[in-house]
Antibody, heavy 119, light 109 residues
Framework: QVQLRESGPGLVKPSETLSLTCTVS????????WSWIRQPPGEGLEWIGY???????NYNPSLKSRVTISIDTSKNQFSLKLSSVTAADTAMYYC?????????????WGQGTLVTVPS | QSALTQPPSASGSPGQSVTISCTGT?????????VSWYQQHPGKAPKVMIY???KRPSGVPDRFSGSKSGNTASLTVSGLQAEDEADYYC?????????FGTGTKVTVL
């Protein structure tokens, strides 16, 4: 079945750009929606955005000015860039496949990767 | 977009039932039948338990059920078991975006 794995730096300096990649295995990325979701330590989930396999994107309005999600179907990967990070962006970042209308069902999820932005 | 509102905690003894609410607005929960529920154990990624208000993915026990009335969705766990102790999050389509709930910690007494 489809599996996802996040990769990227675990520590990002304030004001710099957070960059993560999600590698999809066990299935093609050339269908469905592909999402990024984050969870600050001890807090709840926050949807960051998704990219459709065709390249169309949709972002959380509160993050839209700083977020870019892209897809590379040749590598079966999709990526997240979050610019001008602050300590408030410290979180576990999950990549996931989203299915259903508007990608409203998230399944499966990657294991997550912790990104820390020091204050 | 604001997070959907869930109670911070809920609890029940083994074998009992617990119901968690998820309150939104007519722009999300009330406007679409696209509510999902996720279970998250400590240190693990979330797992979908219910989608489209009341549908169960393959492999999810029928002890888990979902419903919706107006702007509020609910998840009921019947016949509580020790392994049901976890955090639960609702999520709703919100017209081009998706929004999560604030989360509920379920404790099995």
């Amino acid at each position: 079945q489809v599996q996802l794995r996040e990769s990227g730096p675990g520590l990002v300096k304030p004001s710099e750009t957070l960059s993560l990649t999600c590698t999809v295995s066990g299935g093609s990325i050339s269908s469905y929606y592909w999402s990024w979701i984050r969870q600050p330590p001890g807090e709840g989930l926050e949807w960051i955005g998704y990219i459709y396999y065709s390249g169309n994107t949709n972002y959380n309005p509160s993050l839209k000015s700083r977020v870019t999600i892209s897809i590379d179907t040749s590598k079966n990967q999709f990526s997240l860039k979050l610019s001008s990070v602050t300590a408030a962006d410290t979180a576990m970042y999950y990549c996931a496949r989203s299915v259903g209308y508007g990608g409203n069902v998230v399944d499966p999820w990657g294991q997550g990767t912790l990104v820390t932005v020091p204050s | 977009q604001s997070a959907l509102t869930q109670p911070p905690s809920a609890s029940g003894s083994p074998g009992q039932s617990v119901t968690i609410s998820c309150t939104g607005t007519s722009n999300d929960v009330g406007g679409y039948d696209y509510v999902s529920w996720y279970q998250q154990h400590p240190g693990k990624a979330p797992k979908v338990m219910i989608y489209e208000v009341s549908k169960r993915p393959s492999g999810v026990p029928d002890r888990f059920s979902g419903s919706k009335s107006g702007n509020t969705a609910s998840l009921t766990v019947s016949g509580l078991q020790a392994e049901d102790e976890a955090d639960y999050y609702c999520s709703s389509y919100a017209g081009s975006n998706n929004v999560f709930g604030t989360g509920t910690k379920v404790t099995v007494l």
